[in-house]
């Protein structure tokens, strides 16, 4: 008989009361697919169900269950009913003797039985195994190849478990999701014991289960390294966007002892673009998530570590070493630093957005939610680039996208291949001199009020797709007391921190602050962070490998 090639971990369940004839099955089932298949026994009703959950925890998926139809507490029948909710694709086969036979035919209704036996199946190469071979023909015509990946458990508009499918989408974590009103999203819950009362829920491949987590438990959980191996280092990169894994690339490289700390995911807001088509090296253009992830792994083929789901709450200076402190109150130390923290997308201030956010309304490109768009009418709120970028990925999916711009046109702010690929893009439309005033919805987004700048006038149109890129605003307020910044919260650098020629106030050394370097010598800035910065990936990258040259200038002369 010929067998499935990546059959490894399918299951064939048997479940009889009497312990000699559950080894008995047990023994014949072995003997003929064991080098297949898992055969897995229980001799009661009720244990054989707590391994059936757990199988469905773990994604081993089941082909075929044989049960005893007189078993004490919870007969055969009973029992194949309830195993139907847990693995509803398995074939279902009734052991009975000649006098059941009745209640085996009855049992072809109630629970939709593929085939009964008679006890006993002697010789199982005739009574047995052709039975056992037809099911498992049908079993795998059927698709129920099995999951070994991430499952996520949760209501579809929920901004918890956007955040927890973005987080798993940003850091290359493979999932599956499930909302919690579909069959198999119950059957997940129910298995994992829980009533759906604290969502999301996420299982893991190997079965665990998590209700409500956080980044660092998920993180830690999915094998992203989150503790620091040692208490020192030569350079520490806060921010893991393009500037921050281009230090990390070339710190690394240069016999640093590099540590880059993220507080979510790699790739910063270059990570979540859908396309990068002007980045030196691409002439089809890169995805974000691709860019990263070769970032990512050259940084740490060089041996960089990558921390993530660690956020920095502080820094100090302790003589010659910066110490870099955790919100959790533990910290590292380090001869320098390098400031990539970059920036996020401002939030929009009209009314009603904030209370649906990650319920309708996105702020980034939130690729996870681009195939739900199929078919619906989407808006895109901002002028930049990541706008133009998500407005041409998102209209792969959407009936129609409608860019919502302040400006006169596109121009000012956008690059013009873009500004050119939109123009002809047949269902992107460009509404300029438009504001989103307020977003209206109980649960979710269902209506924008738009309103034209020039005229007042207003619009009230039907939404359930928001995405908004207004601007950036960077991360750096852990910053007030150490660093120079300047009242936009952007770090000042280099000739921007000088007063008339000379070092700025408290300045110690006898040098002037290189070019990347901030009001804190040995401590560096790269990127989006930095005040007047072009925000381009490009650019963050060069500044990242220049802050590494001129931190090794400062260990040189410290």
Same mark, same amino acid.
């Not at 570590?305 to 010659?320: D, H, K, S």
């Given at each position: 008989?010929?067998?499935?090639?990546?059959?490894?971990?399918?299951?064939?369940?048997?479940?009889?009361?009497?312990?000699?004839?559950?080894?008995?099955?047990?023994?014949?089932?072995?003997?003929?697919?064991?080098?297949?298949?898992?055969?897995?026994?229980?001799?009661?009703?009720?244990?054989?169900?707590?391994?059936?959950?757990?199988?469905?925890?773990?994604?081993?998926?089941?082909?075929?269950?044989?049960?005893?139809?007189?078993?004490?507490?919870?007969?055969?029948?009973?029992?194949?009913?309830?195993?139907?909710?847990?693995?509803?694709?398995?074939?279902?086969?009734?052991?009975?003797?000649?006098?059941?036979?009745?209640?085996?035919?009855?049992?072809?209704?109630?629970?939709?039985?593929?085939?009964?036996?008679?006890?006993?199946?002697?010789?199982?190469? #005739?009574?047995?195994?052709?039975?056992?071979?037809?099911?498992?023909?049908?079993?795998?015509?059927?698709?129920?190849?099995?999951?070994?990946?991430?499952?996520?458990?949760?209501?579809?508009?929920?901004?918890?478990?956007?955040?927890?499918? !973005?987080?798993?989408?940003?850091?290359?974590?493979?999932?599956?999701?499930?909302?919690?009103?579909?069959?198999?999203?119950?059957?997940?819950?129910?298995?994992?014991?829980?009533?759906?009362?604290?969502?999301?829920?996420?299982?893991?491949?190997?079965?665990?289960?998590?209700? !409500?987590?956080?980044?660092? #438990?998920?993180?830690?959980?999915?094998?992203?390294?989150?503790?620091?191996?040692?208490?020192?280092?030569?350079?520490?990169?806060?921010?893991?966007?393009?500037?921050?894994?281009?230090?990390?690339?070339?710190?690394?490289?240069?016999?640093?002892?590099?540590?880059?700390?993220?507080?979510?995911?790699?790739?910063?807001?270059?990570?979540?673009?859908?396309?990068?088509?002007?980045?030196?090296?691409?002439?089809?253009?890169?995805?974000?998530?691709?860019?990263?992830?070769?970032?990512?792994?050259?940084?740490?083929?060089?041996?960089? #570590?990558?921390?993530?789901?660690?956020?920095?709450?502080?820094?100090?200076?302790?003589?010659?070493?910066?110490?870099?402190?955790?919100?959790?109150?533990?910290?590292?130390?380090?001869?320098?630093?390098?400031?990539?923290?970059?920036?996020?997308?401002?939030?929009?201030?009209?009314?009603?957005?904030?209370?649906?956010?990650?319920?309708?309304?996105?702020?980034?490109?939130?690729?996870?939610?681009?195939?739900?768009?199929?078919?619906?009418?989407?808006?895109?709120?901002?002028?930049?680039?990541?706008?133009?970028?998500?407005?041409?990925?998102?209209?792969?999916?959407?009936?129609?996208?409608?860019?919502?711009?302040?400006?006169?046109?596109?121009?000012?702010?956008?690059?013009?291949?873009?500004?050119?690929?939109?123009?002809?893009?047949?269902?992107?439309?460009?509404?300029?001199?438009? !504001?989103?005033?307020?977003?209206?919805?109980?649960?979710?987004?269902?209506?924008?009020?738009?309103?034209?700048?020039?005229?007042?006038?207003?619009?009230?149109?039907?939404?359930?797709?928001?995405?908004?890129?207004?601007?950036?605003?960077?991360?750096?307020?852990?910053?007030?007391?150490?660093?120079?910044?300047?009242?936009?919260?952007?770090?000042?650098?280099?000739?921007?921190?000088?007063?008339?020629?000379?070092?700025?106030?408290?300045?110690?050394?006898?040098?002037?602050?290189?070019?990347?370097?901030?009001?804190?010598?040995?401590?560096?800035?790269?990127?989006?962070?930095?005040?007047?910065?072009?925000?381009?990936?490009?650019?963050?990258?060069?500044?990242?490998?220049?802050?590494?040259?001129?931190?090794?200038?400062?260990? #040189?002369?410290?």
């Amino acid at each position: 008989m010929a067998q499935p090639t990546d059959v490894s971990r399918t299951v064939l369940m048997t479940v009889d009361d009497d312990p000699g004839v559950s080894r008995a099955v047990a023994r014949d089932l072995r003997r003929r697919y064991g080098a297949s298949y898992r055969v897995v026994r229980a001799e009661s009703g009720e244990s054989a169900l707590e391994a059936l959950r757990e199988l469905k925890l773990r994604g081993d998926p089941v082909a075929v269950i044989l049960a005893d139809y007189r078993m004490p507490v919870m007969n055969g029948i009973e029992f194949l009913e309830r195993a139907m909710d847990v693995h509803p694709g398995a074939r279902r086969v009734l052991l009975t003797a000649y006098a059941d036979t009745g209640a085996a035919i009855d049992a072809i209704n109630v629970v939709d039985l593929d085939h009964y036996l008679l006890k006993p199946w002697d010789p199982p190469e #005739e009574k047995l195994y052709p039975v056992v071979d037809d099911l498992l023909a049908a079993w795998r015509a059927g698709d129920h190849r099995p999951v070994p990946f991430m499952k996520v458990v949760g209501h579809r508009w929920s901004a918890r478990s956007s955040d927890v499918r !973005e987080f798993l989408a940003r850091n290359q974590v493979p999932y599956r999701w499930y909302s919690v009103e579909e069959p198999e999203g119950r059957r997940l819950l129910d298995a994992a014991g829980q009533d759906g009362q604290r969502l999301p829920l996420v299982i893991t491949p190997d079965g665990g289960v998590l209700v !409500e987590p956080e980044a660092p #438990e998920l993180a830690a959980r999915v094998g992203l390294a989150t503790t620091p191996t040692a208490d020192f280092y030569d350079l520490v990169v806060i921010g893991g966007g393009p500037a921050g894994l281009g230090s990390a690339v070339y710190g690394a490289s240069e016999g640093l002892r590099t540590v880059l700390v993220e507080r979510s995911a790699t790739g910063g807001q270059a990570g979540q673009s859908s396309r990068i088509e002007n980045y030196l090296g691409f002439p089809d253009g890169v995805s974000g998530a691709q860019l990263t992830d070769r970032a990512r792994r050259q940084a740490t083929r060089f041996g960089a #570590e990558i921390l993530t789901a660690r956020e920095v709450t502080g820094l100090e200076v302790n003589g010659a070493a910066r110490i870099v402190r955790f919100a959790d109150g533990s910290a590292i130390g380090a001869h320098s630093v390098i400031l990539a923290t970059g920036v996020q997308y401002r939030r929009l201030a009209a009314e009603g957005c904030a209370g649906l956010t990650g319920c309708g309304v996105f702020y980034g490109s939130a690729l996870t939610e681009a195939p739900s768009c199929q078919g619906h009418d989407v808006f895109v709120v901002g002028g930049a680039n990541s706008a133009g970028q998500a407005a041409m990925y998102l209209s792969r999916f959407a009936k129609s996208v409608t860019l919502l711009v302040r400006g006169p046109d596109l121009s000012a702010s956008m690059s013009q291949y873009l500004v050119q690929q939109i123009a002809e893009a047949p269902n992107i439309s460009v509404r300029a001199r438009t !504001e989103v005033e307020s977003a209206h919805g109980s649960d979710r987004l269902e209506r924008l009020t738009l309103r034209q700048v020039d005229t007042g006038e207003t619009e009230q149109v039907d939404a359930r797709w928001m995405f908004v890129f207004i601007g950036a605003a960077p991360l750096t307020g852990w910053l007030d007391g150490t660093v120079r910044r300047d009242g936009r919260g952007f770090i000042l650098a280099g000739p921007d921190l000088t007063v008339d020629g000379g070092p700025p106030k408290g300045w110690e050394l006898d040098r002037p602050p290189y070019h990347l370097e901030t009001s804190v010598p040995g401590v560096f800035v790269a990127g989006d962070a930095r005040a007047e910065s072009a925000k381009r990936v490009a650019s963050a990258v060069g500044e990242g490998a220049m802050a590494v040259m001129l931190v090794h200038r400062y260990l #040189e002369q410290s």
